[in-house]
């Protein structure tokens, strides 16, 4: 570990991941040195052990390290973290992206530049929080309400992400899809991905990070249909394929509506690849209820999955329901990621004898347009487009070579 520069691990979502890419920036322009910040995450008790577990690494590895922690378990547990080796501070998640904040941190030392990897997607954060109320969610306790940021802000930030050597921008926040419901007049996601694409004409690759299926409405479905610039992967946060769990998540769709988005969005632009994440183990489901989301991963066209067993997070309304065992828990995510593997990999096999568009991630590995992992059997430009044949895949990826550059 490198403690002559700032030095920033981040749990979780893409969120913190955008999030930490500015404070970096931050402690880049203050002369920040000596420094560990951790963007905290507490979306699972898995992701709070993990954190726990790394501040202990960093502390026994050099005893005089000063930690600074943010995010949301340092948001949700401040008193627990703050008692802990090393860990000299807490910031809010309210105040993490001021620059004030870090001040006190900064010293007279120049920092250089640390990023060794040459940067090909950036993330754009366009709103903070969330107004729903998802029984199992601690993240909008964390966060706080629906946030979203003006227009105008949205643009400078992806033109200072372009300027930074960023070939494709990826819109992000804890739900997306309600950006512009506070706003005045309001507005909503289809409205932003548009102004940011007629204020930046050079911004060819714009990406959508989760949708909440009851957000997406035929404005935002149009759209994608249309817009090449729009990066043809959706990903939604799907969480369940039975209405009855559905409806105790306190979620406001429902199976058959995701299945008729996906159905539209397909009609409209073939290419799409839908991810999603699935909770399984939710609190009452039964055997039945769970085989209902198996046949919903296909009845909906959904390739990507991400899958979570239920951890109970105190707190949430979710964590007071009857539990399902924990054992019956794992052994469906297992049974629900087998099943995924195959579909991915199913997904992957479509693509053999194609030619697609690439985005070169490093010298080998790339991703195509729909966000499928691509590697390639000669030598890649970072950060360049390709069009790339498909020759064979294996479970993880489509391999082949590059046609030509674009
Ligand atoms: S939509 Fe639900 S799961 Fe997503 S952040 Fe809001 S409350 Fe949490």
Do not use: W
């Not at 960093?58 to 600074?68: A, F, M, Q, S």
């Not at 300027?163 to 997306?176: A, D, H, P, Q, S």
């Not at 632009?269 to 991810?275: A, E, H, K, S």
């Not at 209820?289 to 109970?312: D, G, Q, V, W, Y």
């Amino acid at each position: 570990m490198n403690f002559s520069t700032a030095n920033i691990i981040t749990f979780g979502c893409r969120l913190n991941a955008c999030e930490s890419d500015l404070i970096k920036d931050f402690a880049k322009e203050l002369g920040i040195v000596d420094f560990t910040l951790i963007n905290t995450c507490a979306v699972t008790d898995e992701a709070e052990r993990k954190l726990r577990q790394t501040i202990r690494r960093l502390y026994g590895e050099n005893p005089n390290v000063k930690i600074i922690l943010t995010g949301c378990a340092s948001e949700l547990h401040p008193d627990r973290y703050i008692k802990m080796d090393g860990v000299a501070g807490i910031i809010s998640n309210k105040t993490k992206l001021s620059k004030s904040e870090y001040l006190k941190y900064a010293s007279n030392v120049s920092v250089s530049a640390t990023s060794g990897r040459r940067k090909v997607r950036g993330f754009l954060q366009i709103q903070n929080g969330c107004d729903q109320k998802c029984t199992y969610c601690i993240v909008r306790l964390t966060r706080g309400n629906n946030v979203s940021f003006s227009k105008d802000e949205i643009v400078n930030q992806a033109k200072r992400l372009l300027n930074k050597g960023y070939k494709e921008i990826i819109l992000t926040g804890v739900n997306i899809s309600s950006y512009g419901k506070d706003l005045d007049p309001k507005q909503n996601l289809a409205f932003i991905v548009r102004y940011i694409l007629n204020c930046i004409p050079e911004l060819t690759r714009l990406g959508l990070s989760s949708l909440d299926p009851a957000d997406v409405d035929d404005d935002l479905i149009n759209l994608i249909g249309s817009e090449e610039k729009l990066l043809p992967h959706i990903h939604e946060s799907v969480q369940s394929g039975d209405n009855m769990i559905l409806k105790r998540m306190m979620r406001r769709h429902n199976r058959e509506q995701v299945i008729e988005i996906n159905e539209k969005i397909l009609s409209l632009r073939p290419d799409v690849v839908f991810g999603a994440d699935i909770i399984v183990g939710f609190p009452t489901e039964t055997d039945e209820m769970f085989k209902n989301t198996k046949r919903f991963l296909e009845e909906a066209r959904l390739s990507r999955l991400h899958i979570f067993p239920f951890s109970k997070r105190p707190g949430t309304a979710a964590s007071l329901m009857p539990n399902v065992e924990k054992k019956i828990a794992l052994a469906r995510a297992r049974e629900l990621k087998t099943m995924a593997d195959d579909i991915f990999l199913k997904k992957l096999s479509e693509q053999i004898g194609k030619n697609l568009t690439i985005l070169a991630e490093d010298q080998i590995n790339a991703k195509t347009n729909s966000f499928l992992p691509a590697r390639s059997l000669e030598k890649l430009t970072v950060g360049k487009e390709y069009l790339f044949r498909c020759e064979y895949v294996d479970k993880k990826a489509i391999i082949g070579r590059p046609i030509e550059e674009r």
